[in-house]
């Protein structure tokens, strides 16, 4: 197969193309590095298997040859990029999803929407299955990534029942590992960029909202089995262990061995209450359930942080 990512530079979307190579695929990788870093996808350039494109998929694009894959993952995806970017993240998520099914359709490729569980915004069900319409505020500052995603998959959904695109929508929940942007301001990146600096760390709030942390290769692995297995329906994608941000906040103190000490921030707006995903759907239909814990992710995560030790990236500086 030859596959497109957009986003490929990004966490998740490099981790993505590592395993379609991984199984012997080609990928195209576009990205802008707006938020994605070209570290993520060095190892791969060089490889016959993989080609860049620099572009945003938010402009009008085109690719030459043969696709069996649209994966379309480019997006401000932590909630301090959005802030900052916040028309750039409703035109990915609008513009830049047309133009990918648009590529979709003209391969006849099947196509794959990175969506999210923000899509359910401060969830008044909980835990969360598709079949929730979500609870959220459009004019938020979280509401340039929710209401971006939402269209996202209206299109999506549209390209299907009037195209015939073959469609998949994953519903990604709180994920982290090795590759995460050391300052992106996600709350396992932060805690363990701060623990390993000695600087504070930063709760907000009382920190006893929720999450339910999924590890990287395991969020790869379900999308990748999505792809592969899966239909056309919304589909959460996540682990469904549930701890609050308290806890995470004491595992990674444990784990670091840090002098870090917990300070209290306010809590950002908007900022959900709880979050855990119903997996009943992906586990039925994939056949797939997550297979590694918050502390085995977490000391795997502080690792590939030590890495980049004295880096200007983790000083916030690059
Ligand atoms: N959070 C925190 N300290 C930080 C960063 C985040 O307490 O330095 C909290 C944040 O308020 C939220 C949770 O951790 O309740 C997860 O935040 P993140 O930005 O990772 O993702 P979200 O799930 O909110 O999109």
Redesign the pocket.
């Known amino acids: 197969m030859r596959v497109l990512i957009t986003g490929v530079a990004g966490f998740l979307g490099s981790h993505l193309a590592d395993r379609f190579i991984a199984d012997g695929h080609h990928v195209v990788g576009l990205d802008n590095f707006i938020t994605g870093h070209p570290d993520n996808i060095a190892h791969l350039i060089g490889d016959e298997r993989f080609s860049f494109v620099k572009h945003n998929i938010s402009e009008f694009s085109y690719v030459a040859g043969d696709l069996d894959g649209v994966l379309h993952f480019a997006s401000p995806?932590?909630?301090?990029d959005y802030l900052k970017l916040p028309i750039q993240t409703l035109k990915v998520g609008s513009l830049g999803t047309h133009n990918a099914l648009g590529i979709a359709l003209a391969k006849k490729a099947r196509f794959v929407l990175a969506s999210t569980?923000?899509v359910y915004g401060d969830p008044l069900v909980h835990p969360q299955p598709e079949t929730y319409w979500g609870n959220v505020n459009p004019v938020g500052p979280?509401g340039v990534y929710d209401e971006a995603k939402r269209f996202g998959e209206a299109i999506t959904m549209a390209y299907h029942r009037i195209h015939g695109v073959d469609t998949r929508i994953a519903r990604i929940f709180?994920t982290f590992g090795p590759r995460m942007r050391p300052r992106d301001?996600?709350?396992?990146?932060?805690?363990i960029v701060?623990a390993l600096n000695n600087e504070p760390?930063?709760?907000?709030?009382d920190?006893s909202?929720t999450?339910s942390f999924c590890y990287v290769d395991d969020e790869v692995e379900g999308i990748y089995g999505l792809f592969t297995k899966g239909d056309a329906n919304p589909t959460n994608i996540g682990n469904p262990v549930e701890f609050t941000?308290r806890q995470?906040?004491d595992l990674i103190i444990e784990l670091t061995g840090t002098k870090s000490q917990v300070v209290m921030?306010p809590?950002?707006e908007d900022?959900?209450?709880v979050?855990q995903p119903d997996i009943t759907r992906a586990r039925t239909m994939l056949g797939w359930e997550p297979a590694v814990d918050l502390r085995t992710g977490v000391a795997r995560t502080i690792d590939f942080f030590r890495g980049l030790a004295g880096s200007p990236r983790m000083a916030g500086t690059a």
């Open positions: 995806a932590s909630p301090i569980s923000e979280r709180n301001g996600r709350v396992v990146s932060n805690f701060q760390i930063t709760m907000y709030g920190g909202q999450r941000v995470l906040a921030k809590l950002p900022d959900p209450k979050r």
